[in-house]
């Protein structure tokens, strides 16, 4: 297989960074869950390992996160026609940024990110860009109506606003002389930093707020020294330790 | 007859299709005449689970009574004894043991909390151990004057009194192989300075009568620096 076929082999490398940051799943658990195994071996003697699955490139990622059931059930079935998207080198937009809507019916509104789908360029506003859709529809119950928001692509429809005087501006990368990366906007200079929200997790808002749980240690007990460097070997300390003795001295070795 | 049958085999793609009377799978094209021989053959384990349900069930009932040596059921399971004419024995000492340490009092728990700040750590190097092990002891003996002329101190306690031999001596009774491994040669290109190459030393055989002193030792190579 080539080298370059070999890297993709796994669906986690096609998942975006901020979408695994955010789930703060093990890597092994998210490949798990997303893939879809066809069909695999029995673990015996007789059979030589083999595995079936849906390959990386056939996944089409949708609002669902890929570990979901949601995803499992819209990606089961016959294998769809892939969809382009435009690889990005700096991802610039984060969750709890301001951003401008330019197209569609909210075109010029601004709002808040709630949600960064890496794997199709998307950004969700809160808000902005809905459509209504009936849930829970019966013969005697009419549903109930929901509005929902719409995904805005990153490269085209979205635009990170300049907080020193509201409006659009394009964005660029850059280093501080502090060594810090920033994002700087191309218009007016200003530094545009990261909000907060984008350290969010599904486990905590931010680290700081985390609240310990039972099976936690403590961040005080983790961040303890309790090495104490002493002129004895691992094994010796343990002897010590333990109480082992020993009196025997072994005799010299030579290499020739 | 040849006749194509079309079928939905998922391979590495989800479907074939069929075009023009060639199978396209996962656009690779390939013939078959007839598959139906594949689908029904003794050999096909392809789609087909057999698992525990391979064999007649009169085979399976014996085959769990041990009857089939020829055929055992395969189990990942390690045995605790042996079969001797027709005899099982237990051997105790193949039961595994499992050695739990004994875990009261001990604060560390299965996770760590998200509050916990990054933590970098320089490597531990022979010059910080020795910094930990002598250091306040030569300062203590440089305040109070009690180091000689070439900076040895005057009152050594135990760690100072200790000689090269020694440690070795005490590593090594843990009956570990510590410092067992030979010394890299020059053309072997390990991590060794050129410059500070030192002759290996010459073994010593036990049917040797000449004292250690009375050997010649091989005059030492200095290499320029530059």
Known sequence: ??????????????????????????????????????????????????????????????????????????????????????????????????????????????????????ERNWVIVAGLNTHHRRMG????????????????????????VDPSDNKLTKVEWRYTEDGERVRVSLRTGRIIPVPHAAEETMDYKSRKAYVETDKDTPAAVVEAITYEPKLKTFEMEIMEEMGIKEDRVPKKTYWY | ????????????????????????????????????????????????????????????????????????????????????DDVWHNVPEMIPEIIVPDLTDCKLKPYVSYKTADIYQTEFTAENLFEAVYKSKIIQDFKENKLDEHGNPLEPNDLEKLTPDEAWVLARKTGSDIFSEREPKLWECLEKSLIDEEPPEIAVRSDDLTHPSEIPTRPQKKFLKN
């Open chain 1, 1 to 118: 297989m080539r080298f370059s076929v070999r890297l993709y082999c796994s669906v986690t490398k096609r998942i975006g960074e901020l979408t695994k940051q955010y789930a703060n799943l093990p890597e092994k658990y998210i490949e798990r869950a997303t893939e879809q195994v066809e069909w695999k071996t029995p673990n015996r003697i007789n059979y030589l390992p083999r595995t079936v699955k849906k390959q990386p490139w056939q996944f089409r990622f949708t609002t669902n996160r890929p570990w979901s059931d949601e995803f499992r059930r819209q990606n089961e079935g016959f294998v769809r026609r892939p969809v382009f998207v435009e690889p990005i080198k700096e991802w610039m937009i984060y969750r709890g940024d301001r951003v401008e809507v330019l197209v569609g019916r909210d075109r010029g509104k601004q709002g808040i990110v709630s949600q960064v789908i890496q």
């Open chain 1, 137 to 160: 529809a019966r013969k005697d119950y009419p549903g109930m109506i929901i509005k929902s928001e719409a995904p805005l692509l990153v490269t085209t429809q979205v635009a990170l």
């Open chain 2, 1 to 84: 007859m040849a006749s194509l049958s079309s079928l939905t085999r998922s391979g590495s793609s989800g479907t074939i299709r069929m075009v023009g009377g060639l199978l396209f799978s996962n656009l690779n094209p390939c013939r078959q005449i007839s598959v139906s021989s594949t689908l029904m053959g003794k050999r096909n384990v392809r789609k087909f689970f057999l698992g525990n349900k391979r064999g007649t069930k009169l085979f399976r009932r014996d085959q769990a009574k041990g009857k089939t040596p020829w055929a055992p059921i395969y189990s990942e399971v390690k045995p605790t004894g042996f079969m001797y």
